[in-house]
């Protein structure tokens, strides 16, 4: 069953919510047979770094707060992400605009890297203050993550890839997501935030049940033992 995960490199909820999913699906009795996809999303597509200018007056800015309440949000969703075992270091957090690391876990997932591409984007982000529309930055993730660097730095010299991040967005609002993360259970179920990993779980489970209901049976043939027919004869 696959699970489709529409986020954002640059959202700290998405992140979180990554953390919080992975545990259901560690514990998840059927884990093994959960197909996991990562979609493209971007929070502020027309984002542009301005010079002098940090997440926390940026956040001010964006949503007409003061300075000091921006740094009050950011230290709330640290101590949240600190919860679930993340780091977050706000301050030394690069405004970017993430197209281009979008790019990147497209590629990523053409080679079945789509996880560790997310993951390491998010570490770039939001833990090492790496600024990820850096090519170079982009690069060296690629590369510590098992793609060819040559691969990777064409890619991103090219407009590869744009179609499929733009094609990813287009889906997300289609399917109503208002918001990331968003996670869409075998394009049934949607759960919408970061939410408590019980409530993956309650997802999880749910879809699952309804999805193997729906799969042909796989007759395995043996010799010996006891049988009963359609017609109720045994032998």
Known sequence: ???EIWSDIMCPFCYIGKRKFEAA???F?????IEVEWKSFQLNPDLAPVPG??????????KGISREQSVQMHQQVTQTASQVGLTYNFDKA????????????????????GDAAEEKLFIAY???????????VLVEIGTAIGLDRTLVTNMLASDDFAGAVNLDIREAEQLGARGVPFFVLDRKYGVSGAQP????????TQAYGEWHKTQPLTTIESTGGPSCAIDGTCD
Do not use: C, W
Not at 98 to 112: E, G, M, P, V, Y
Not at 126 to 136: R, S, W, Y
């Open 1 to 3: 069953m696959k699970v």
């Open 25 to 27: 699906l560690e514990k």
């Open 29 to 33: 009795p059927e884990k093994d047979k």
């Open 53 to 62: 200018t940090d997440v926390y007056d940026y956040l001010a800015q964006h």
């Open 94 to 113: 690069v405004i970017a605009n993430s197209f281009d690391a979008h790019r990147l876990i497209q590629l990523a997932k053409a080679h079945k890297l």
């Open 126 to 136: 939001f833990t090492e203050g790496k600024d990820v529309a850096n090519h170079d």
């Open 197 to 204: 990993s019980e409530a993956f779980t309650q997802a999880l």
